[in-house]
């Protein structure tokens, strides 16, 4: 009896101990087939990290790409280098300055006005001295300085330029009668020249032979002075 006691307690030991590890092994297949519980919170974090950064990255780009167009504007009116654009027609105001107190008949002075930013205008205006809508006589140019060029000629924003013209420099007596206006283009360049006109009307009927246009200057005195220097055709020039 006492022998075949201990045969069932040595088996049922046995059991225990199988039954016990059978549970163990149990618990770490159990752990080892759920990683995501204690994976989760080790990336949460590095997770957060990532995206708090990512947030605030377009909030510094935003903030420099509203500097960039407010620079590119402020930018607008010069060209390439710094230095003032060239001069919109559109922006330049053409007219007759009354004639002073012993000034000759056949002279007249253009002022230019820059009502836009500073700009790079030509040396003088272009200048056809017409009938106005009448065919005859036959429209005509003046005469201009010759080896005209250099650097750029700036008219500042506000500004008024000069240019005298004398229709009959040298009083001929054959000079052609009729004339009623001069239509100019301020700041004449190979896209402007037979476009951007303004007519500016002479105050009377004049007569016209060997027309001469001076360099723009910043006052009247010295535009008038210019036009002697005025020698010739404007089409030698190109």
């Given at each position: 009896m006492k022998t075949l006691n201990r045969i069932a307690l040595l088996a049922g030991g046995a059991l225990v101990v199988a039954a016990a590890a059978g549970c163990s092994s149990s618990t770490a297949n159990s752990a080892a087939s759920d990683p995501a519980t204690s994976g989760t919170s080790a990336v949460a974090a590095p997770s957060d990290a990532s995206s708090s950064a990512t947030s605030s990255a377009p909030s510094a780009s935003a903030s420099s790409g509203t500097t960039a167009p407010a620079s590119s504007a402020s930018t607008?009116?010069?060209?390439?280098?710094?230095?003032?654009?060239?001069?919109?027609?559109?922006?330049?105001?053409?007219?007759?300055?009354?004639?002073?107190?012993?000034?000759?008949?056949?002279?007249?002075?253009?002022?230019?006005?820059?009502?836009?930013?500073?700009?790079?205008?030509?040396?003088?205006?272009?200048?056809?001295?017409?009938?106005?809508?009448?065919?005859?006589?036959?429209?005509?140019?003046?005469?201009?300085?010759?080896g005209l060029g250099g650097g750029p000629h700036i008219i500042a924003s506000g500004q008024t330029m000069y240019a005298g013209i004398d229709l009959n420099p040298q009083s001929a007596s054959d000079a052609v009668a009729g004339y009623t206006s001069l239509a100019v283009t301020a700041n004449p360049t190979p896209d402007s020249s037979g476009k951007d006109v303004q007519d500016l009307r002479l105050p009377a009927p004049a007569k016209v032979a060997g027309a001469k246009l001076g360099t723009y200057n910043s006052d009247k005195a010295t535009a008038i002075k210019q036009i002697a220097f005025a020698s010739v055709p404007e089409e030698s020039q190109h």
């Open positions: 607008g009116s010069t060209a390439p280098g710094g230095a003032p654009a060239v001069c919109d027609n559109a922006k330049l105001n053409a007219s007759l300055v009354p004639p002073d107190s012993g000034q000759k008949a056949s002279v007249y002075v253009i002022a230019v006005k820059n009502t836009g930013p500073a700009c790079d205008i030509d040396y003088l205006p272009y200048v056809w001295i017409t009938a106005g809508q009448n065919s005859s006589p036959e429209q005509t140019r003046p005469l201009i300085e010759n």
